[in-house]
């Protein structure tokens, strides 16, 4: 336990109590690195850094959605208000709470190195909830959990004296990083290719290195 504890709060959920103490800590900036990183977003991968770093994504709801199904389906078979039916809803309650737990850790992971190495850290101020509402995507993004990783990045970076900034989002990934021309690419194209400069780079990386800039312009 570090610094003087302020609160404590005692929930219980889906059957497990919980006790959670909250501390006050005084800041402990790191030391600076003197490296900024832009960082995309993905579904395919998690995250992709302007310095060519790729995190990968666990997809720990697809893995696990066989499973859960089951699960499901041995609730319907219950008859409503029995001790089994109870039983098999904890079950599958416990096994959704493992999955967002296991997406929740990640986060925390790769939010510590992220802040651990970069002063500044750029992302794009993406409409989630809004990109969601494609059914497309929806179970996906829900499954990466962007949200989460913006957010610990965000509280971490506080505390470490880190810089966080988000950017306008439109175009990161058809502008050529090197010449800045708009080079038109579907989602299935993995690969950015421009004509007009020959650069090839992975499209999220390009992508991360725009975000930065913007995200330089944005600050100076």
């Not at 078979?77 to 039916?85: A, D, I, P």
């Not at 650069?199 to 999220?204: A, E, F, I, M, S």
Request: aromatic share 4%.
């Amino acid at each position: 336990m570090q610094g003087t504890i302020k609160t404590c709060t005692i929930t219980v959920k889906n059957g497990r109590y919980y006790a959670c103490l909250s501390c006050e800590v005084e800041a402990q900036p790191l030391p600076k690195t003197n490296r900024h990183a832009g960082v995309d977003l993905g579904v395919r991968q998690l995250a992709a850094t302007s310095d060519g770093q790729v995190f990968a994504a666990p997809k720990y709801l697809r893995n696990c959605e066989a499973k859960l199904k089951r699960q499901q389906k041995n609730v319907s078979r219950k008859q409503r208000g029995s001790n089994r039916r109870c039983k098999a809803v904890m079950v599958l309650a416990r096994q959704h709470e493992h999955v967002a737990n296991q997406r929740k850790d990640y986060a925390h992971k790769i939010s510590r190195r992220l802040v651990n190495m970069y002063d500044l850290i750029a992302f794009e101020d993406l409409n989630v909830q809004g990109m969601a509402r494609n059914h497309h995507l929806a179970k996906s993004i829900a499954d990466a959990g962007w949200n989460a990783l913006i957010q610990f990045v965000t509280y971490k970076a506080e505390s470490a004296g880190r810089q966080v900034v988000r950017v306008d989002p439109r175009h990161t990934s058809q502008h050529c990083s090197v010449c800045n021309k708009i080079v038109k690419k579907t989602l299935a194209e993995r690969v950015h290719h421009c004509p007009h400069c020959s650069t090839t780079l992975d499209r999220d990386v390009n992508a991360a290195i725009n975000i930065l800039r913007r995200a330089k312009q944005q600050v100076s």
